[in-house]
């Protein structure tokens, strides 16, 4: 069965470091999101990504964060300068059209020290 | 604000049992509702979606009803295997937001015993 896969599995970063977290959505799937799970947390939406633009984002995704899909393939998400605070698990998620399910990729731990 | 709670939040039962697992919203105003199991340090795996003009979905030994004027969505899972050891999460799209933007609960943290 196809699945969202992400790189790396696990990050660690010094603060104020840029960090890039890859995803590759499933293939036919048309629309692309990302979410973060603080440890102990719930999963928390940020962004969500549709016809080559952002189509909503979430209070948490503000100026230090941004996406993009270079080559129609992958996803990735930036963030400019991590803090401590943004120490979490970042999924990518996918799903084909507007109301089918979402998938999940198993995550990438980000730590910053 | 749409706020999910999922009561209990640990459960453990023994192997061959049938069990509910409960989730509530604050905002009746659910478009659509997924369940997810997440095993630790992994994703999220979607289980069963329930779209708007639905009441139950089912897949299998696991059966999720909503009903959308109590607020609450319940998950059965039949003849409970220690396979089924995980977390499983709730989360709701409100009617007028985007469809990805899943407000989820906390989840309940399920251990079956062999």
């Known amino acids: 069965e196809p699945e969202v896969t992400q790189t790396p599995s696990h990050q660690v970063t010094q603060m104020g470091q840029e960090v890039i977290l890859r995803c590759v959505p499933i293939s036919n799937h048309l629309y692309f999101y990302w979410y973060r799970q603080i440890l102990g947390q719930k999963v928390e939406f940020l962004v969500s990504f549709y016809n080559n633009e952002i189509s909503e984002k979430s209070e948490i995704f503000d100026d230090q964060f941004s996406v993009e899909r270079p080559d129609g393939s992958n996803f990735t998400l930036k963030i400019r300068s991590t803090k401590l605070e943004d120490s979490a698990m970042y999924f990518c998620?996918?799903?084909?059209?507007?109301?089918?399910?979402?998938?999940f990729g198993n995550g990438t731990r980000l730590t910053v020290t | 604000k749409q706020e999910v709670t999922q009561i209990p939040a640990a459960l453990s039962v023994p192997e061959g049992e049938n069990l509910v697992l409960n989730c509530s919203f604050t905002?009746?105003?659910?478009?659509?509702l997924q369940w997810f199991r997440q095993d630790p340090g992994k994703g999220l795996t979607s289980l069963l979606l329930i779209q708007s003009s639905q009441r139950e979905q089912t897949s299998g030994r696991l059966n999720a009803s909503l009903d959308k004027s109590s607020g609450r969505s319940t998950l059965y899972i039949a003849a409970s295997q220690p396979g089924d050891s995980a977390t499983y999460l709730c989360a709701g799209v409100n009617y007028g937001g985007s469809q990805g933007n899943l407000i989820f609960g906390k989840g309940t943290k399920l251990s079956v015993k062999p």
């Open positions: 905002d009746s105003a659910i478009y659509n």
């Open positions: 998620a996918s799903r084909e059209r507007a109301n089918s399910p979402l998938h």
